[in-house]
Nanobody
Framework: QVQLVESGGGLVQAGGSLRLSCAAS????????MGWFRQAPGTEREGVSCISVSGNTKKYSHFVKGRFTIDRNSAENKVYLQMNNLEPEDTAVYYC??????????????????WGQGTQVTVSS
């Protein structure tokens, strides 16, 4: 019910910043919770951060807490992930997703059926 396109990835040195965006083309963007997930080679896809339909609830994985910030802009139909103080361990393909999960499952990739194609983030040391 929604099409998602990620952008903003790239190559950055450790300690640098990137801002990822996820553009949604569906009419019901405001009805979906949104999540950012990442997958490095040889690893499972893992939750990075997620945000509720209203934007009032935000969650972060322990490995990005204090460094990343998620936000959504309903007027733009976009969700953003501001990534600061990046580390080489953050290198992965980052995906955004949209669905109607419970708050408890909001950062679980298995709770989502609508995915973007991903954007590569590479952090060099």
């Amino acid at each position: 019910q929604v099409q998602l396109v990620e952008s903003g990835g790239g190559l950055v040195q450790a300690g640098g910043s990137l801002r990822l965006s996820c553009a949604a083309s569906g009419r019901t963007f405001s009805d979906y919770a949104m999540g950012w997930f990442r997958q490095a080679p040889g690893t499972e896809r893992e939750g990075v951060s997620c945000i509720s339909v209203s934007g009032n609830t935000k969650k972060y994985s322990h490995f990005v807490k204090g460094r990343f910030t998620i936000d959504r802009n309903s007027a733009e139909n976009k969700v953003y992930l501001q990534m600061n103080n990046l580390e080489p361990e953050d290198t992965a393909v980052y995906y955004c997703a949209a669905d109607v999960p419970t708050v408890q499952s909001m950062c679980d990739p298995s709770a989502y059926d609508n995915w973007g194609q991903g954007t590569q983030v590479t952090v060099s040391s």
